[in-house]
Every structure is written in structure tokens, then in C-alpha cells.
């Protein structure tokens, strides 16, 4: 987009009745300057309080942009999606950043954390992920892993999860009589290193089935590729 392209955009719905959905309270203010495009989204109704803005730039070869968003209460109930009423309102806080050499997404509800990172572009990384899940699926159906060559088709990339009690995933899988103490993720991966991380589940239970912990690891190197799990009861 040239930069001296302007244009703005602004959008409101006051009250809105779908079925049985209230979609009032909703405002759009969208804007283009200098390349960048910007948009603020706010929701105000029974279904979702949120405030959200993103901005990006229409000048770059790459993603380069970020989005910010608060969810102050999402109805999952009156949506479908639970199938009874939370204990707890849901509420997170999302964000996301793209940019020439990085992409960082966080997520953050009650206890629980997500953190993800990643060392090129965003397209860099899907075009990556796709060359990595191409070459290992052709060396599946010829029987044989090369772990040196998988290890180069590898992104440069980390995750981190954690979780306890007190966050939207725990109060609804309490809907459906699953709770459990904590969980946590830690997963990297980079063309020098390969595949390594661990997650692990603690207090899993399932009606009256208690496990006290589930665990999964994975490191790999030049030759192999090693996988341990198990339950502890």
C-alpha cells in the first residue's frame, strides 16, 4: 500500500438480537496511515466483554505487525460450547507480535501461561513446518529416519505452558468431571539441537479414576530420536 493512502473506518452495533444471542455493544474503528493499517475491536454484551487492537504493516515483504486483546468474561454456556454454567468467568489476556527476525505469542488466564517464540519470519516458519512435515512423512512411508537431515529442516522455536487449578481450561473440564493439579510443557526445537522437551500431568482425575502423574519426554540428537512416557499411580 503506498504511504499516502489514508482511509478510516468506523463501524457500531447498538443492539442486535440473533436467536437467542445478544450481539449488542460492539464497536469497529479501522484506520490506514503511513502503510499501517490499524483496527480496534471492543464487545460489550452478555456473550463477551473483550477489548482488542492490531496494527499492521502494508509496506513489508513479511508479517510485521502485532495484535493485543483482553477478555474480561466469555460466555461459554450461552454459546454452546460448555454444557453448564462455569464455576468461574472466563477471562485472558492474548498477544502477538510479528516482526522480521521474531514471532512471539503469549497467552495468559488465571494461573495459567502460555508463552511461544520463534526465531524468523512468520511465512519462514510455515513454509519451515511444511518442508519438516513433508520430509518426515517421506521418510515414514520409506521406513527410515534420517535424523540429520530432519534436524536441519527444523525451525529455530520454544514453547512453555503452565497451568494449575485456578484458568478457563480447568473450570471447564470441571463441567465434565476431569481435574487436575498441574500441567506443564516445555518443547524447543533448533536445526543444532533437534527436538527436546517434556510435559507432564500431575492429579489427573477422571471420575473416579486418579492418576498422579503422566509424563512424556522427547530428545533427539544426529543418530536417534528417544521417546520416554508413563503413568505413576
Known amino acids: 500500500a503506498s504511504r499516502q493512502t489514508t482511509a478510516l473506518v468506523e463501524a457500531k452495533v447498538d443492539e442486535l438480537q440473533y436467536a437467542r444471542w445478544n450481539l449488542s455493544g460492539v464497536n469497529l474503528n479501522a484506520g490506514l496511515k503511513s502503510a499501517v493499517a490499524?483496527?480496534?475491536?471492543?464487545?460489550?454484551?452478555?456473550?463477551?466483554?473483550?477489548?482488542?487492537?492490531?496494527?499492521?504493516?502494508?509496506?513489508?515483504?513479511?508479517?510485521?505487525?502485532?495484535l493485543n486483546m483482553k477478555v474480561e468474561e466469555l460466555d461459554l454456556y450461552n454459546l454452546g460450547i460448555a454444557p453448564e454454567p462455569l464455576e468461574h468467568r472466563v477471562a485472558f489476556n492474548l498477544g502477538a507480535e510479528a516482526r522480521r527476525d521474531s514471532i512471539k505469542l503469549r497467552m495468559?488466564?488465571?494461573?495459567?501461561?502460555?508463552?511461544?517464540?520463534?526465531?524468523?519470519?512468520f511465512q519462514k516458519l510455515m513454509d519451515?513446518?511444511?518442508?519438516?512435515?513433508?520430509?518426515?512423512?517421506?521418510?515414514?512411508?520409506?521406513?527410515q529416519l534420517d535424523h540429520a537431515e530432519l534436524r536441519k529442516a527444523l525451525p529455530s522455536a520454544g514453547?512453555?505452558?503452565k497451568a494449575g487449578k485456578q484458568n478457563p481450561v480447568s473450570y471447564f473440564l470441571a463441567t465434565k468431571d476431569i481435574s487436575f493439579d498441574d500441567f506443564i510443557l516445555r518443547f524447543g526445537t533448533t536445526p543444532r539441537r533437534g527436538i527436546?522437551?517434556?510435559?507432564?500431568?500431575?492429579?489427573?482425575?477422571?471420575?473416579?479414576?486418579?492418576?498422579?502423574?503422566?509424563?512424556?519426554?522427547?530428545?533427539?540428537?544426529?543418530?536417534?530420536?528417544?521417546?520416554?512416557?508413563?503413568v505413576i499411580n
Open 38 to 66: 490499524s483496527v480496534r475491536l471492543t464487545s460489550d454484551n452478555e456473550l463477551l466483554k473483550m477489548q482488542s487492537e492490531a496494527d499492521l504493516r502494508l509496506d513489508r515483504k513479511y508479517m510485521d505487525g502485532r
Open 108 to 121: 495468559d488466564a488465571g494461573d495459567m501461561d502460555f508463552q511461544f517464540r520463534a526465531r524468523s519470519t
Open 128 to 143: 519451515q513446518g511444511t518442508v519438516f512435515a513433508t520430509l518426515l512423512t517421506r521418510q515414514i512411508e520409506l521406513k
Open 159 to 161: 514453547m512453555q505452558l
Open 196 to 230: 527436546n522437551g517434556r510435559t507432564a500431568i500431575h492429579g489427573l482425575r477422571m471420575d473416579s479414576l486418579q492418576l498422579d502423574t503422566i509424563f512424556f519426554a522427547i530428545s533427539q540428537d544426529t543418530a536417534r530420536m528417544k521417546l520416554q512416557g508413563g
